[in-house]
């Protein structure tokens, strides 16, 4: 399957979740990481680990060309903010779009705009996750939702937290649950992992 990442909002956990979603797809068949951003993050990630940290393959936009044929799966990274156009042809050109959401007031702005957006295309395959979700006893992820089950937009059941895990995944170069000395890492991996169930099942 295509799976393409993206919102209008910068910094919302959209290449966290597409290295997350691709070390899922690829415990099932070959996967392939397309890195559509120009500041390519989701390529140093991979370069950060040596270039074997990462399960999967990670290839510009370029590159793609000359690998596609050979994965089952696909994953696009993209940046933030892209242009109408632009929006519009990854929305239409995979089989997922999956829109990562920040329950902060601020990054909902920019979800509002991108749900918009996707109804001016009646486009369907699509899936809000909930990532940095705050612990109990705040309750921002559960407004969140809330309000956006009320507009009817679909959702992924399966929630992001919000660990420092992450953060030294990224530093390191390895998806969450490679990282040694956090015993966070497993809960963190559990909430991709449950994602991807959620994508792979339909
Ligand atoms: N669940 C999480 N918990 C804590 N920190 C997270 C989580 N997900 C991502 N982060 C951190 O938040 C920051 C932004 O995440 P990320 O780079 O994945 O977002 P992005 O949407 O790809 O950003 P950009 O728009 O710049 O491409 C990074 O420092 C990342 O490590
Ligand atoms: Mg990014």
Redesign the pocket.
Known sequence: MIVTVT?Y?????????AIHLATYLQTLAPTLLVDG?A?R?ATKWSQRGGGNGLPFKVVSHAQMVNHIRSYQHVVI?T??NPTDDDFKDLAENCDMLVI?AVPESVATDGLTHTLAKLHTLAHTRHRVLL???PPKPRTDGQQLRDALVAQGVPMFVAE?????V??KA?AEGVPVHAVKGDRNGTR?WEAYEAAGREMVDG
């Open positions: 919102s909002k910068g910094g919302v956990g959209k290449t966290t979740t951003d500041i993050s990274d940046e933030g990562p990532t940095m979700v992001v937290p919000r660990l420092a992450f953060e990224a963190a």
